[in-house]
Nanobody, 123 residues
Framework: QVPLVESGGGLVQAGGSLRLSCAAS????????MGWSRQAPGKQRELVAR???????NYADIVKGRFTISRDNASNTVYLQMNSLKPEDTAVYYC?????????????????WGQGTQVTVSS
């Protein structure tokens, strides 16, 4: 197992900013994609942003121009800088990663998810 530890959520007023962090640890050989998704009450989980090991990024249309994803490969950490937050951005944010780990029977590649961090934007 590879724990993904998230931090940075909280309560902010509309128009404000928050920065989320997510660090992976364990017997990691490599991390391909890292990203963030979110789930609002009563809604399906949706992709927010993703970044490859080479730095290529993708964003959901609803956050383009407001959110920026980045990563530090040396520390196995992914960040989500969220600016110009809106009440509709309120959700639990989950980080995820596609990670290859060292196992007794050889390398194994799996998806891992963080525990989620609450972001609440007040109007």
């Amino acid at each position: 197992q590879v724990p993904l530890v998230e931090s940075g959520g909280g309560l902010v007023q509309a128009g404000g900013s928050l920065r989320l962090s997510c660090a992976a640890s364990g017997s990691i050989i490599s991390i391909n994609v890292m990203g963030w998704s979110r789930q609002a009450p009563g809604k399906q989980r949706e992709l927010v942003a993703r970044i490859t090991s080479g730095g290529s990024t993708n964003y959901a249309d609803i956050v383009k121009g407001r959110f920026t994803i980045s990563r530090d490969n040396a520390s196995n950490t992914v960040y989500l800088q969220m600016n110009s937050l809106k009440p509709e951005d309120t959700a639990v944010y989950y980080c995820y990663a596609l990670i290859t780990t060292a196992q007794t029977m050889g390398p194994r590649t799996s998806h891992y998810w963080g525990q989620g961090t609450q972001v609440t934007v007040s109007s």
